[in-house]
């Protein structure tokens, strides 16, 4: 059945085309995306520095990173991921909290349509010997600090106090279950929001490149996402907006909050009207 144009979704989405080498540039394009096509997505939201969670620990470069990103993160998602998602809920979307396992895990909606594959994915076939011995590991502790896997923050972690899942949201741990829900409930389309921007929200479970390698239409709201920011970067957002460059000219569309809000709004006074 075709989409009431009362109940539809509009949004302009900002992506790059090529119709010429020459004219290639970016372009905007109107969407009416059906509510009940489209789910509303909360990626990676990690308490770390926030009322209820660890401290942003001294030693390791966890989630954001620096602490000054990291409150970054936090008034980012008070301030547009909490009323995006309020807005997507009234509209009649779907709402889906993307976590790690050890948040994901915390809560029992992450089980529903969680295969054992998902659980306890098959094990790779052995790869030959690192050419330099235990040098990823090195590596990976010369960016985030010496030890981090062993911080006891990671155990204490769940989603954001301003964004926490709610009766009736469905948590997602991996791609697959992802999928498979989506087409149980005919979502065709996700609008992403969360961290980082350069990171976890390309490329995680779940996230926007697996995602649309199942199809899916793929839109980020610009002001609901954070790159890992340093020092040199985090005044002027560098990271941040290399990131979505990077997301609209090979995932998706980037759409604004205030669009989306206003777009919400217009759907749930029109299904009051019903």
Not at 64 to 72: C, F, I, L, R
Not at 154 to 170: H, K, N, T, V
Not at 220 to 226: K, Q
């Amino acid at each position: 059945m075709a989409t009431k144009t009362s109940l539809a979704l509009r949004l302009h989405g900002r992506h790059w085309r090529t119709r010429t080498l020459a004219t290639a540039d970016w372009e905007e394009e109107e969407f009416a995306l059906d509510p009940n096509e489209t789910g509303f997505v909360a990626l990676h939201l990690w308490n770390v520095g926030d009322v209820n969670g660890p401290p942003v620990p001294e030693n390791f470069s966890v989630d954001m990173g620096k602490p000054e990103t990291q409150a970054e993160s936090v008034r980012i998602a008070a301030a547009y991921i909490r009323p995006a998602i309020d807005a997507a809920r009234a509209a009649g979307m779907a709402i889906f909290h993307v976590e790690p396992r050890n948040i994901a895990l915390k809560y029992e909606s992450v089980h529903h349509m969680l295969e054992d594959n998902d659980l306890n994915p098959p094990q790779p076939a052995p790869g030959p010997p690192e050419v330099n011995p235990g040098w990823r590991k090195d590596r990976a502790e010369r960016i985030h600090g010496h030890g981090y896997m062993e911080w006891e923050g990671w155990q204490q972690m769940r989603i954001l106090s301003s964004c926490e899942a709610e009766p009736g949201d469905q948590v997602i741990l991996t791609s697959a279950q992802f999928d498979r829900i989506c087409r149980s409930r005919g979502i065709k389309n996700l609008i992403y929001t969360g961290f980082a921007t350069n990171m976890c929200i390309l490329g995680s479970e779940g996230a926007t490149r697996p995602m649309l390698g199942y199809g899916y239409k793929i839109f980020l709201i610009r002001e609901a996402t954070l790159g890992t920011e340093i020092p040199e970067t985090f005044q002027d957002r560098l990271i941040t907006k290399v990131a979505l460059i990077e997301f609209q000219k090979h995932v998706g569309d980037t759409i604004g909050f205030d669009q989306f809000m206003a777009a919400c709004r217009a759907v749930a006074a029109a299904r009051v009207d019903e």
